[in-house]
């Protein structure tokens, strides 16, 4: 946990500081969308099971300074709701959970600062916060494949992405993106149980739009 | 007009006498000075006329008021008193004239007599001297009286006609006429100090209901001892005017001398024989009463038309003063009424059967028949009790008992046992009807029996007018290697028989007279049959269509149509001859008949008390051949044999009977020759069971004899206990036996080729001996046991055993001798977690092989201490048992600590001891098919992998082996709620190393042996997948893994 959160300090610090080098535009905006994540496994010695996170409504703020005529920087927040699920064997168990996303990003832009509509992909890291939040039950299905449970767990996350942004006003920009968090499996929200392994990369790929004001 | 008029006086009469009975005796006694000899009841004045023979008088009784008027006057001493049917004359016999004279030589002629004619209604007298003293009068239908005198004396300077039967008619003209000479005697006056009338003259009458019949009882012979067993009985036909006289003999003597007869004259109740008489003039016996002592003083009976019944006072040894309501068929007793003396002489019943008046030691008593439906009376609502215990129970045993009022009146009562009883206590031992009274049994203290004992519980009432039977407490407490399904049935049952045909049980209940008739496969009981008077035995005929039932107290034997189940007719057997066993061949019926009086006449004389009679069933009768058999193959045996304890039985084929006497003697039927065949006398004596296993087998008690009937090799060991029943089963015999009368009994094969016995195995109670089915005396209940007992039957299908033992029933499955696997432990685990450590008052794990046949789950506590034929005991303390199978018993440890040794009784036997240690506390927590019982109190759910335990649950910890507590509840009973019951030691709870807050620990509410640790996790938790929780106590702990997560 502390390993994830200094790599995830790191990563937003220089975002921070290629923002300043910069003489720059700000961007701050509000975020809405939706999030999906692929399933992740888990499996025993004689089964398996789906572990998912299942697609939930995404909410953020973020903030961001154009630093280069194609270079800009930004902040984001990330509320993605999304409920926990494992599927398989004919069963399933469902148990309520979402994650908090906060990364830092680099946005290389296709075409310079000023120009009405900008491409862009981006980059970044940061850190993830799973929080399961449904009741826990000792008869949960697919219990011997892994537990799903009432905590808290925090992951570095990568990201790429890719959007536009298109200035409807001198002050108003709209963008659409998508991206994709990557992160390391979430073994404390969901726990394996002795003798079965979760496997994957956690993916999360959030689908936003994004309105924000300039200047 | 003359019921309106006797409402009034019989209403007052009734609480009079109600009033007067309590003083637990029935009936009022109104004192006359001097003594009565007879009486006679006028119901148009409301009086009982009573003669007193001593004070030459006949006194009047007044019923309302129970006081004397003025008496009527004669001039000899009164001995007989008669009124004709219109109440207008009063017929008085006198006995001998007394001589006025002081020093008169000769105080009372003998050849003196008369009588005394009052018109009651004119208040004329016509005093009449006869040549002979007056024994009876009676009056007949016709309005004439009867009057036998003693036969008179030969006077040979006047000799004369002798008539001694006189009819008297009062009205028109007062006219006697002779009928017949009968030779009758009496007694001379003046008598010896305690002398009765009835020891004077002997004599007493009888009418029928409808008048028509006169029957009248008289000496014989010259009997100043009153002791003589000759008497003559009188038959008078009124409507012919033609009498009958008959001398017999009866052992006892004829008394008490009494005469009741039934509406129409065909049953006759002379001194304590019930007499029917045919259509023919011939007559039988068709009862006794079975315990008469023949006085001639005491005792007397009356016929109650109205209800069928007979109410007869007829001394028995054991009895105070005791009138017995009896059926008027076989005598059979249905109730003992206590009376305030001794009755003496007649007795009349009113005409609408209110009440019955006797002659009695002090005068005269009025028995208020009609009030006893609300006079006091008490009894128990049943016979038996049975308390099923076992050999390991010793949890107390509760039955209720009902004490119930058997009139519209309730009564006081009282209980009591006999002196030394243990292990037995009534919650009252008091009361008043109608009254439960709850009877606790301490199995403990009959565990040393193994069988079944029985203690007469005895119910008493001051203010009772009854004497009720005391109820049999059953108290079994076998062993489960002990086999057999126990039916209670009531009674003294002296023999069994399984009819193959009809897939029935025939049980002959003694004390009740009756056949038992039940379904063999359902042991639903479908029908009584009603014997003789203390039936003996039972027989088929060789047809199987009838049931052959012997008596010892009755002429005949009772022939029932299995068919229908209808009696079919008696066999009237000879005189004096009462069948008590009965042989069936193919060819012929054989009875061995207990004889009173002389034996038939036969060249050489034959003597005994006992004879073998032929029977004719067809025609119905017996007689008896001077041989044992009659025929072309004669028996070379003459009849008659020294002992009347013997036994008849025959072969399955019928072709082969053996007849077992008392003294050893057996004797052998040939059916091939029809012929008695084979006589030997090789042993001293001989009792017990008795078959006829083939014609080269047969067995009487112990011992088995051959086709010549010579002992086989030695007798089967005493030490096998009393002989009781044999059957025939699978080719091989079948034996049980009795060591005691509350041990457990036996039952073994016979091998019929080699002659030994083999796979003995114990029955749940005794079988019936000769010897536990004597009681104490019962009075005229009666009962006749042969040393010869047959207590075995196989069912029809050939599945089970039916035997006749201690409180009834018992039924053995056919295979009870397979060979049980003996149970063997192997380990004592405790029942949370399957640890070695077991606690005091833990629940336990029973680990073994064959510890149970099946498995039984035990009902809502408390527990039982045995569990389908289970027990376990700990250093001899019986567990209470949650379960039984084959492998496990879940049980809970007694509150003892240290080194225990367990075992384990079952029906295969006993286990070998198993040792292991009792720890003071040994806390292991619950594992419910593998789950761990902690619960988290916030979602009521176990702790487990999915559920872990957070900072701050608050948790439930299910454990056993937390040791005393306060209060401690009773082993197998389920913990108190309130207050709870505290662990006496608290334990501690860790998780992690880190204590827990611990807030309670307790015995679950409701439970047994579990207890619950309420304790918090603490608010900083090391997040672990597997981390240990710790619950100590007693220096022992329990660890288990659990999975935290934080927060």
């Given at each position: 946990m502390l390993?994830?959160?200094?790599?995830?300090?790191?990563?937003?610090?220089?975002?921070?500081?290629?923002?300043?080098?910069?003489?720059?535009?700000?961007?701050?905006?509000?975020?809405?969308?939706?999030?999906?994540?692929?399933?992740?496994?888990?499996?025993?010695?004689?089964?398996?099971?789906?572990?998912?996170?299942?697609?939930?409504?995404t909410v953020g703020v973020y903030a961001g300074q154009n630093m280069y005529r194609y270079w800009s920087g930004e902040v984001n927040y990330l509320y993605r709701a999304g409920d926990l699920k494992?599927?398989?064997?004919?069963?399933?168990?469902?148990?309520?959970?979402?994650?908090?996303?906060?990364?830092?990003?680099?946005?290389?832009?296709?075409?310079?600062?000023?120009?009405?509509?900008?491409?862009?992909?981006?980059?970044?890291?940061?850190?993830?916060?799973?929080?399961?939040?449904?009741?826990?039950?000792?008869?949960?299905?697919?219990?011997?494949?892994?537990?799903?449970?009432?905590?808290?767990?925090?992951?570095?996350?990568?990201?790429?992405?890719?959007g536009v942004k298109i200035q409807l006003a001198n002050h108003l920009q709209l963008r659409v993106q998508a991206r994709d968090y990557v992160s390391q499996a979430p073994h404390e929200v969901i726990a394996p149980a002795p003798g079965a392994r979760l496997s994957g990369i956690r993916q999360d790929i959030i689908g936003t739009a994004a309105i924000a004001l300039t200047w | 007009m003359l019921a309106v008029r006797f409402r009034i006086p019989w209403g007052i009469f009734g609480l009079i006498s109600a009033l007067s009975c309590w003083g637990a005796s029935f009936g009022t006694v109104v004192p006359i000075n001097g003594t009565v000899s007879d009486i006679a009841l006028d119901e148009r004045r409301n009086v009982v006329w009573a003669a007193n023979f001593s004070a030459y008088r006949i006194e009047q009784v007044y019923i309302p008021n129970q006081t004397l008027l003025a008496p009527l006057s004669v001039p000899m001493p009164p001995s007989a008193v008669a009124l004709s049917p219109d109440h207008r004359f009063l017929v008085v016999g006198e006995y001998q004239k007394p001589d006025p004279e002081l020093l008169s030589t000769n105080p009372f002629a003998p050849g003196t007599g008369g009588y005394t004619l009052f018109d009651l209604d004119a208040g004329l007298r016509y005093d009449v001297n006869l040549n002979s003293p007056v024994l009876a009068v009676a009056f007949g239908s016709d309005g004439n009286a009867l009057i036998l005198t003693r036969t008179p004396a030969v006077d040979p300077e006047n000799p004369g006609p002798l008539t001694n039967l006189f009819v008297l008619q009062p009205f028109p003209y007062h006219t006697l006429t002779p009928i017949v000479s009968i030779p009758v005697q009496s007694v001379d006056l003046p008598v010896p100090l305690v002398r009765f009338p009835t020891q004077i003259g002997q004599a007493t009458a009888g009418v029928s209901g409808d008048k028509n019949t006169i029957m009248m009882l008289a000496g014989a012979l010259v009997d100043a001892a009153a002791t003589s067993s000759t008497s003559i009985l009188i038959r008078y036909d009124v409507p012919t005017q033609t009498a009958t006289a008959e001398e017999f003999t009866q052992k006892p003597p004829p008394g008490p001398r009494s005469v009741s007869v039934d509406q129409t004259g065909s049953n006759v109740l002379v001194d304590w024989g019930l007499q029917h008489y045919l259509t023919d003039g011939g007559s039988y016996l068709l009862a006794e009463f079975p315990q008469a002592n023949g006085a001639f003083e005491k005792g007397t009976h009356a016929w109650d038309l109205t209800r069928r019944q007979i109410y007869a006072q007829i001394p028995a040894p054991g009895d105070a003063s005791v009138l017995h309501v009896m059926a008027t068929d076989n005598l059979t007793v249905s109730k003992r009424l206590q009376l305030p003396e001794d009755l003496s002489g007649k007795s009349q019943m009113s005409s609408d059967g209110q009440a019955m008046y006797s002659a009695s030691v002090s005068g005269v008593v009025i028995l208020p028949i009609g009030q006893l439906p609300n006079l006091p009376q008490v009894g128990f609502s049943q016979d038996d009790t049975l308390f099923a215990a076992d050999a390991c129970n010793q949890l107390v045993l509760q039955q209720t008992l009902n004490i119930i009022s058997l009139s519209s009146v309730n009564t006081d009562f009282s209980l009591s046992l006999p002196a030394g009883t243990t292990g037995v206590t009534l919650s009252a031992t008091s009361g008043t009807t109608p009254a439960q009274v709850v009877v606790t049994i301490d199995p403990s203290a009959f565990q040393g029996a193994r069988g079944t004992t029985s203690i007469p519980l005895t119910l008493t009432s001051n203010g009772a007018v009854n004497l009720p039977a005391p109820m049999r407490l059953l108290i079994n407490t076998r062993d489960f290697n002990q086999h057999g399904q126990i039916v209670n049935?009531?009674?003294?049952?002296?023999?069994?028989?399984?009819?193959?045909?009809?897939?029935?049980?025939?049980?002959?209940?003694?004390?009740?007279?009756?056949?038992?008739?039940?379904?063999?496969?359902?042991?639903?009981?479908?029908?009584?049959?009603?014997?003789?008077?203390?039936?003996?035995?039972?027989?088929?005929?060789?047809?199987?269509?009838?049931?052959?039932?012997?008596?010892?107290?009755?002429?005949?034997?009772?022939?029932?149509?299995?068919?229908?189940?209808?009696?079919?007719?008696?066999?009237?057997?000879?005189?004096?001859?009462?069948?008590?066993?009965?042989?069936?061949?193919r060819s012929g019926i054989f009875a061995l008949s207990r004889i009173v009086g002389d034996p038939p006449e036969c060249a050489p004389t034959i003597s005994g008390v006992a004879t073998l009679d032929t029977v004719d069933l067809a025609n119905r009768v017996a007689v008896t051949p001077c041989t044992l058999s009659a025929g072309e193959s004669r028996s070379i045996y003459q009849n008659g044999f020294s002992t009347v304890d013997g036994v008849l039985t025959s072969t399955a084929g019928k072709d082969y009977l053996l007849l077992a006497l008392v003294n050893g003697t057996v004797i052998e039927y040939d059916d091939s020759v029809q012929s008695w065949i084979a006589s030997r006398k090789d042993l001293s004596g001989l009792g017990g069971a008795y078959a006829a296993f083939s014609r080269n087998v047969f067995l009487a008690g112990s011992n088995l004899f051959d086709a010549g009937l010579v002992p086989i090799g030695q007798p089967f060991p005493a030490s096998d206990g009393a002989s009781s029943g044999v059957g025939f089963l699978g080719g091989a015999g079948l034996r049980t036996t009795a060591p005691g009368a509350s041990s457990p009994g036996v039952i073994q094969r016979i091998n019929l080729s080699n002659h030994t016995e083999y796979n003995a195995t114990l029955m749940a109670e005794a079988p019936m001996t000769a010897s536990s089915l004597t009681t104490p005396p019962v009075g005229q209940i009666g009962e006749s046991i042969s040393p010869f007992t047959r207590t075995l039957a196989i069912s029809p299908d050939q599945t089970k055993i039916f035997v006749l033992t201690t409180s009834g029933l018992t039924v053995l499955p056919s295979t009870f001798d397979a060979v049980l696997a003996k149970p063997v432990v192997s380990s004592v685990l405790n029942a949370a977690d399957r640890s070695t450590l077991v606690a005091l008052g833990g629940l336990v794990d029973i680990n073994g092989t064959s510890l149970a046949t099946g498995s039984f789950t035990a009902g809502a506590p408390p527990l039982p201490e045995s569990l389908g034929d289970v027990c376990a005991l700990v250093n001899n303390i019986p567990l209470p048992l949650f379960s039984v199978s084959p492998g496990l018993l879940k049980a809970q440890l007694p509150y003892i600590a240290g080194a225990a040794s367990l075992v384990v009784h079952n029906s295969g036997g006993v286990s070998a001891p198993f040792s292991f240690s009792i720890q003071g506390q040994a806390p292991a927590i619950y594992q419910t098919n593998g789950v761990l019982q902690v619960i988290r109190d916030d979602d009521n759910e176990p702790v487990g992998f999915t559920n872990p335990i957070h900072p701050n649950t608050a948790l439930t910890i299910y454990v056993t082996g937390l040791g005393l507590t306060s209060p401690l509840p009773p082993l197998g009973t389920a913990a108190p709620p309130s207050p709870p019951a505290v662990v006496a030691t608290p334990p501690t709870v860790t998780l992690g190393g880190v204590s827990l807050a611990v807030t309670s620990s307790t015995l679950a509410p409701g439970q047994i042996g579990v207890y619950t640790i309420h304790a918090t996790a603490p608010a900083k938790v090391q997040v672990a997948e597997s981390a240990p929780l710790t619950v100590t106590a007693g220096g022992n702990s329990a660890t288990y893994n659990v999975r935290v997560v934080s927060p």
């Open positions: 390993k994830s959160l200094t790599c995830a300090a790191v990563m937003f610090a220089a975002a921070a500081g290629l923002a300043n080098a910069q003489e720059s535009q700000w961007e701050v905006g509000g975020i809405g969308g939706v999030g999906f994540s692929p399933n992740l496994t888990v499996k025993n010695a004689t089964t398996s099971a789906s572990a998912s996170v299942r697609p939930g409504l494992l599927s398989g064997n004919g069963q399933s168990a469902r148990f309520a959970a979402h994650t908090h996303l906060i990364t830092g990003d680099f946005l290389a832009h296709f075409k310079p600062r000023g120009a009405h509509i900008r491409p862009f992909i981006s980059f970044g890291g940061g850190i993830e916060v799973m929080e399961g939040t449904g009741r826990e039950s000792f008869n949960q299905p697919l219990g011997n494949l892994a537990a799903l449970t009432a905590t808290r767990e925090v992951l570095p996350v990568g990201e790429i992405g890719a | 049935i009531p009674g003294k049952l002296v023999d069994i028989l399984t009819d193959q045909a009809r897939s029935r049980l025939y049980i002959l209940r003694q004390d009740q007279n009756v056949v038992l008739v039940y379904d063999a496969a359902t042991l639903q009981r479908i029908a009584f049959l009603r014997t003789g008077n203390t039936p003996t035995q039972m027989a088929f005929s060789a047809d199987q269509k009838y049931l052959l039932i012997g008596n010892d107290n009755s002429q005949i034997a009772n022939v029932f149509d299995l068919d229908i189940l209808q009696d079919a007719g008696p066999i009237v057997f000879p005189a004096g001859h009462y069948p008590r066993s009965f042989g069936v061949a």
